[in-house]
């Protein structure tokens, strides 16, 4: 899969990260005043420039990714800015120090190796956003915050090993549209679009 990531041609990777912004853009994930946790995009996951500038745009708060720690494979969530540096893992992050803990996020958008339709993600196997959203495990109702999986369209597969430390999207969206995955609990279907 990463293979076929990397082999995508730069005008395809474009085409597809203003699809999935578009495709977003009919939706409420991104009113103003709405907490959006945002990846970086790096190497060949799903460009998220397009997205991000939307919901700037929108006047949403636009969270990033921050490493904390690497041996424990921790992250928080720093308010978007300009100004940052490239991680040791090739991840931008934010500079600043306004953080927020993911669980105050309304909607977090992740990055994927490969997705499949019952909700299961394969991320590179460091298990930071697993580990940030752990939280989840606890619940026994669906508060959010919304996962959103991000992916191209072949990335889209029909099963995906998981482990019980895995977490569950609520929602994937691809450059084909919006896709709403079997372990979405609330049953209200696309409501919140």
Known sequence: ????????????????????????????????????????????????????????????????????????????????????????????????HDALAARFLDTIFLPAVALDHAGARLGHGAGFYDRALAFRHLRRHWRGPRLVGLAYSFQLVSQIPVTATDIDMDFIVTDRGIHESLAHEDGSGLRGR
């Not at 041609?9 to 999935?20: D, Y």
């Not at 409420?28 to 945002?38: F, T, V, Y």
């Not at 921050?66 to 494979?73: E, N, P």
């Open 1 to 96: 899969m990463l293979s076929r990531r990397r082999s995508l041609p730069a005008r395809e990777r474009a085409l597809a990260a203003e699809s999935v912004a578009r495709h977003l853009s009919g939706t409420s994930w991104l009113a103003p005043g709405k907490r959006i946790g945002l990846y970086a995009s790096m190497r060949s996951e799903l460009g998220t420039a397009p997205l991000i500038a939307l919901a700037r745009e929108r006047g949403c708060e636009i969270y990033l990714p921050r490493i904390v720690s690497l041996r424990g494979r921790r992250m928080i969530f720093v308010a978007h800015d300009i100004r940052g540096r490239v991680h040791a893992l090739g991840m931008h992050e934010p500079a600043g």
